[in-house]
């Protein structure tokens, strides 16, 4: 499966952005999706999560109560609805699919889109 996120860009701190991953394939709906961030000089952090059916979700406590992910298996697209947008939360954020084991260990997904950058001002 092939995955692209879309949906950053530059927002004053409080406002809200939705990220989007569009993925390619017949599978799609058949993988847990997970987003991740990395801010500069820092390691790629676990953001949230999703199952394939969208009936379970995980949210990082950062983010907790702020962001909601989402998927659309007809349409083939995961979501990452950002609340409150704080000027930590400033990074390249990336959707992933078919994770290993655990949802929130990146090395664990099999599929990465290609990031998207989200620079909140204060």
């Known amino acids: 499966v092939q995955l692209q996120a879309s949906g950053g860009g530059l927002v004053q701190a409080g406002g809200s952005l939705r990220l989007s991953c569009a993925a390619s394939?017949?599978?799609?709906?058949?993988?847990?999706m997970g987003w991740f961030r990395q801010a500069p000089g820092k390691e790629r952090e676990f953001v949230a999560a999703?199952?394939?059916?969208?009936?379970?979700?995980y949210y990082a406590d950062s983010v907790k109560g702020r962001f909601t992910i989402s998927r659309d298996n007809a349409k083939n697209t995961a979501y990452l609805q950002m609340n409150s947008l704080k000027p930590e939360d400033t990074a390249v954020y990336y959707c992933?699919?078919?994770?290993?084991?655990?949802?929130?260990?990146?090395?664990?997904?099999?599929?990465w889109g290609q990031g998207t950058l989200v620079t909140v001002s204060s």
């Open positions: 992933a699919a078919d994770p290993g084991s655990s949802w929130l260990i990146s090395v664990g997904y099999n599929y």
């Open positions: 394939g017949r599978t799609f709906s058949s993988y847990d």
């Open positions: 999703i199952s394939w059916s969208g009936g379970n979700t």
